[in-house]
């Protein structure tokens, strides 16, 4: 019962294999709970009590984390909704067990004089870039500055298109998940990036300016040296190279940058609200963790500044 559930996720709803083999491994923690094998699994002599008991095990005995608990619990909720709509069962006993509340963790995000120094490498290496090399340099550091500048997803800036710029207006076109648009002010230091970069583009590229507004902005040269659309690969590894000689964060990807671009914001005075709309998030308590991790550095300056507060902590 339990491969065919699986057989169900992986060809009809067409789940990776990674997810398929995370569910068969949580179903077969179940079944282990229970005292059987995965094919011995009979839903007639299984309730919600033993939902319950086996989550509290994992909990309490076991000491897994809560958000850890709470994906098995979704992949057993998911198997036994199929086995209502088969008619293997007549309730879903999932269905009033309450899942533990896992903490989101704080967002990571870069100093800004770990951006400062960035810029100012970036500088020095297409300075100093020779023609072979220059193109990748400007394209790079732009990259950095355009995550950092306008906050937005590793896929919104690979589905940028030169039409989505309007220099003359100062601005930037963004589409975001399910093709919402929002659109996104740019300064004028930008700006100059952009016209440099569009310059050294048409120079590898060989056509001439405003014959492909709609082509894909940034660009890279394949294996056989043609000029490309940018993948999601590339972009990860000049994240990852360019602020893991700045950073020592563990993490260094794209989403990084958005995460700083809305911590500076905040901390530089941006309204939650403001920040909400250039970060095109549909909820607000989307965005309000940022103020948890403005008010972590706010603590720490205070413990570290007061004096009674740094009396009370050598105390």
């Known amino acids: 019962m339990i491969q065919h559930f699986l057989d169900y996720i992986a060809i009809d709803r067409k789940y990776s294999q990674r997810t398929v083999e995370a569910y068969r491994d949580d179903l077969r923690d179940f079944c282990r709970f229970l005292g059987w094998e995965p094919e011995e699994f009979d839903p007639k002599d299984v309730g919600e009590d033993d939902v319950k008991t086996w989550m509290l095990e994992m909990l309490e005995k076991e000491k897994q984390s809560p958000r850890s608990v709470k994906r098995k619990l ?20 999932t269905a009033r067990v309450t899942p533990p509340k896992a903490d989101k963790p704080l967002p990571v995000f870069f100093r800004e004089s770990e951006m400062e120094e960035e810029e100012a490498r970036s500088a020095v290496s297409i300075q100093q870039s020779d023609e072979k090399d220059y193109f990748e340099n400007l394209r790079d550091a732009l990259i950095i500055e355009m995550l950092y500048q306008t906050g937005m997803r590793q896929a919104e800036l690979l589905g940028l298109t030169d039409a989505d710029l309007d220099l003359d207006q100062g601005q930037v076109r963004i589409f975001g998940k399910r093709r919402k648009e929002r659109v996104v002010p740019i300064g004028d230091k930008l700006i100059t990036q952009i016209k440099e970069y569009r310059i050294a583009r048409e120079d590898v590229q060989g056509h001439t300016p405003g ?3 709609e082509q894909t902005f940034f660009v890279k040269k394949n294996r056989s040296g043609e000029i490309v659309p940018m993948t999601k690969n590339t972009l990860y590894n000049i994240v990852r190279t360019r602020m893991g ?20 914001m905040l901390d530089n005075g941006a309204d939650i609200r403001t920040i909400q709309t250039l970060l095109g998030h549909a909820s607000l308590s989307t965005t309000q963790v940022y103020t948890h991790t403005t008010f972590e550095q706010v603590k720490k300056a205070y413990m570290e500044a007061h004096p ?8």
Do not use: C, M, Q
């Open 74 to 93: 979704s992949a057993l909720r998911s198997f036994y909704k199929y086995l209502l709509r088969l008619g293997k069962v007549s309730k879903d006993i």
């Open 211 to 213: 014959t492909k507004s």
């Open 245 to 264: 000689e700045v950073s020592t964060l563990k993490k260094h990807s794209p989403h990084v940058l958005r995460h700083t671009f809305a911590t500076t």
């Open 308 to 315: 009674r507060a740094k009396n009370k902590k050598n105390d």
